[in-house]
T-cell receptor, first 116, second 117 residues
Framework: DAGVIQSPRHEVTEMGQEVTLRCKPI?????LFWYRQTMMRGLELLIY????????DSGMPEDRFSAKMPNASFSTLKIQPSEPRDSAVYFC??????????????FGPGTRLTVL | AQTVTQSQPEMSVQEAETVTLSCTYD???????LFWYKQPPSRQMILVIR??????QNATENRFSVNFQKAAKSFSLKISDSQLGDAAMYFC??????????????FGKGTLLTVNP
């Protein structure tokens, strides 16, 4: 079974440009997470979807960031306009949320974003 | 809010030896889950081992085992017979078992493990 799929794996863009990161969760998983990883702040949860509905977006840093999940098999994280401080590795993770179990999160390979 | 502390930014071990990575956490909850994730240079986050707070028996997965001390709020990872492929960043993570935020993983800052041949 395929794991979480993210694209692109690497993205280099210039300040002010729009960036769209994509994620396909594991089939059957009903929870999806977007994380950002930087040296300074470590791994931060940006947004959490359950059954395609955003439940917690308190980690989204600014209005420049937006995330959507139009269906159970696809999600996007968009940054518009991008800034150099957005440079980081962005992870998507999915989880089979079942009551009273581990609900462990399975991570995608990440997208390394560089904003020049 | 829960916090996870990994006090060792870096560790090294000789191949075939045993190494223990430390993790402590702060919580007032009694129902929670703990995890160790491995992040090799490929960046992929890989789940290594997991533990439920109400289980007294320490989890074991092949060469990986934990020492879970609930009263001390400690969750260390022991890697036996270390292999070159174990070289990675290791993250300890906490998840609440109940309540409205029981989906959130709180990560430590990580411990970079080097395995010397």
């Amino acid at each position: 079974d395929a794991g979480v799929i993210q694209s692109p794996r690497h993205e280099v863009t210039e300040m002010g440009q729009e960036v769209t990161l994509r994620c396909k969760p594991i089939s059957g998983h009903n929870s999806l997470f977007w994380y950002r990883q930087t040296m300074m702040r470590g791994l931060e949860l940006l947004i959490y979807f359950n059954n395609n509905v955003p439940i917690d977006d308190s980690g989204m840093p600014e209005d420049r960031f937006s995330a959507k999940m139009p269906n159970a098999s696809f999600s996007t994280l968009k940054i518009q306009p991008s800034e150099p401080r957005d440079s980081a590795v962005y992870f998507c993770a999915s989880s089979p949320k079942v009551w009273h179990t581990y609900n462990e999160q399975f991570f995608g390979p990440g997208t390394r974003l560089t904003v020049l | 809010a829960q916090t996870v502390t990994q006090s060792q930014p870096e560790m090294s071990v000789q191949e075939a030896e045993t190494v223990t990575l430390s993790c402590t956490y702060d919580t007032s909850e009694s129902d929670y889950y703990l995890f160790w994730y491995k992040q090799p240079p490929s960046r992929q986050m890989i789940l290594v081992i997991r533990q439920e707070a109400y289980k007294q028996q320490n989890a074991t997965e092949n060469r990986f085992s934990v020492n879970f001390q609930k009263a001390a709020k400690s969750f260390s990872l022991k890697i036996s017979d270390s292999q070159l492929g174990d070289a990675a960043m290791y993250f300890c993570a906490y998840r609440s078992g109940s309540g409205g935020s029981n989906y959130k993983l709180t990560f430590g800052k990580g411990t970079l493990l080097t395995v010397n041949p």
